[in-house]
């Protein structure tokens, strides 16, 4: 023993002698610690699924066993390779006093609960992020913004926007998953049926007047103003918006952005400088007040206006436009049209289901009797005479989103009831020069195959609401 034991110190004597002092073999108890501490990062590495990202794109280490953040990533890896998994575009973690949390997955517009976390590990998950993503985490009230990347093993890299916000007893955190993924869509990709895309494509040629977009929130109404703005070549015409936040640059456009906290006088009073450049098409993000619908009174027969408002369809977005101008005369006469829409999902075509309507249900929805198949969800496929999740949707039945659209577009005889204030005499005008509305526009999407009745239903139950 005593023969093997010098064995070892001279070989460890000739060792040091020829390596990095990093790389010397110590009796000191700091050096084994660090030697464990190496291992367990390189185990945590090796088992890890998810990376947070640098700015250059390169990986940042996963924390080891014994870091204070393990947890939070372990937890994190498990909700992104689920919403990856089934192309989420959105996860919300909130925190309400000690122990109330909820963890929620935005899947194509449908929350799916997630196993919720205690509140340590619910906090612990939210300042993680909140690092990362170069935000203050002693602040726990108020509202930051912030960006950020990951990268997921076989589900690709992502571009992360990162919202938190609290009270004294609340803190939430909201992470978008590629937000700006569906902004720069064409305006014959959005989902208008073809009368419509010709409708507007009319409309956008004249160029004059106002086009609202009228939506809920997250109901596409962005992808939209950006899709009728970029029918307008920057290079023969002066093209300029003003937006709470630009989310899609545009090349050749002049693009501004409200300053964060602006109140009302302060917006359009930048607006009205703004017109004051004579722009031949001006893109405003969402209208909040009637200060905003004043200066555009005035200016809507020189140029086009789209402009957003959080309406739920066609007709309330008319009577609150009408309302904000404070003259019915003066809103119908810079008024052209009004887009209002809703998302709906589109069935899963690896598992979606064909089958015969029954003849009094198509009734009920105004088709015609004897129509050709519709489909229905279903989430499973047959393998083998069994029932197996569909590898696609993973079971939800659906994957992805199409906008379903109600395009009112007005005539001078449509603008003179506006001014006499007759809004039932103008919904029978309209409807006589065959304008959509949206459940028909719906119906559309089931019959070509894409949605389903299920899936309308609960759309236009939720506009109802």
């Known amino acids: 023993m005593a023969l093997l034991g010098a064995e070892f110190v001279g070989y460890g004597l000739f060792r040091n002698s020829r390596v990095s002092p990093e790389n010397r073999w110590s009796l000191r108890l700091d050096s084994f ?35 204070p953040q393990r947890a939070a990533h372990a937890r994190w890896q498990e909700v992104f390779e689920y919403a990856l998994a089934r192309h989420g575009d959105r996860i919300d973690l909130a925190v309400a006093g000690a122990e109330q949390t909820a963890l929620v997955v935005h899947v194509d517009g449908v929350k799916y609960a997630q196993p919720k976390p205690d509140g340590r590990l619910a906090v612990s998950m939210i300042d993680y992020f909140k690092g990362h993503a170069g935000l203050d985490v002693a602040d726990r009230r108020r509202r930051q913004i912030g960006q950020a990347r990951i990268e997921a093993e076989g589900l690709g890299t992502h571009r992360l926007k990162i919202v938190t916000s609290g009270s004294t ?17 064409a305006l014959d990709k959005i989902g208008l049926v073809p009368a419509q895309l010709e409708q507007m494509q009319a409309l956008i040629a004249a ?37 709470d936040e630009i989310e899609l640059e545009i090349e050749g456009m002049n693009q501004y952005a409200q300053e964060p906290g602006a109140d009302a006088a302060a917006i359009a009073n930048r607006l009205t400088v703004l017109l004051r450049s004579d722009p031949n098409v001006l893109m405003l993000s969402r209208i909040t007040d009637a ?42 006469g810079a008024l052209t049209a009004i887009v209002s829409q809703r998302l709906v ?6 598992c979606r289901i064909g089958f015969k309507p029954d003849p009094a249900a198509l009734k009920k929805l105004n088709l015609p009797a004897g129509g050709g198949t519709l489909f229905k969800p279903s989430g499973r496929i047959e393998v083998k005479g069994k029932a197996v999740l569909c590898p696609t949707c993973l079971g939800l039945a659906y994957q992805g989103r199409v906008g379903v659209f109600e395009l009112m577009v007005l005539d001078d005889a449509a603008r003179a009831l506006i001014a006499d204030a007759k809004l039932d005499q103008l919904r029978t005008h309209l409807r006589k020069n065959k304008m959509k509305l949206m459940p028909e526009a719906a119906l559309d999407k089931v019959v070509a195959g894409v949605t389903s009745i299920a899936e309308i ?7 109802k609401a």
């Open 345 to 350: 999902r589109r069935l899963c075509p690896t």
């Open 457 to 463: 239903t609960r759309v236009m139950a939720e506009k």
């Open 33 to 67: 610690r660090r030697k464990v501490v190496e291992a367990q990062a390189a185990r945590a590495q090796a088992a890890a699924a998810l990376w947070l990202c640098q700015p250059d794109g390169s990986r940042m280490e996963v924390p080891a066993s014994d870091s």
């Open 207 to 243: 160029c004059k007047g106002v086009v609202l977009v009228a939506c809920p929130a997250d109901e596409g109404m962005t992808t939209t103003l950006y899709a009728l703005l970029q029918q307008h070549d920057p290079y023969t015409q002066s093209v300029a918006t003003l937006e």
């Open 169 to 185: 007893r609340d803190l939430s955190l909201s992470v978008r998953i590629d937000p700006n993924k569906h902004l720069g869509m």
């Open 291 to 332: 200060q905003m619908v004043k200066p555009l009174l005035g200016s809507a027969a020189e140029m086009r206006c789209y402009a957003g408002l959080r309406m739920g369809d066609s007709f309330q977005a008319l009577k609150a436009w009408i309302k904000l101008a404070g003259d019915p005369q003066q809103a119908g």
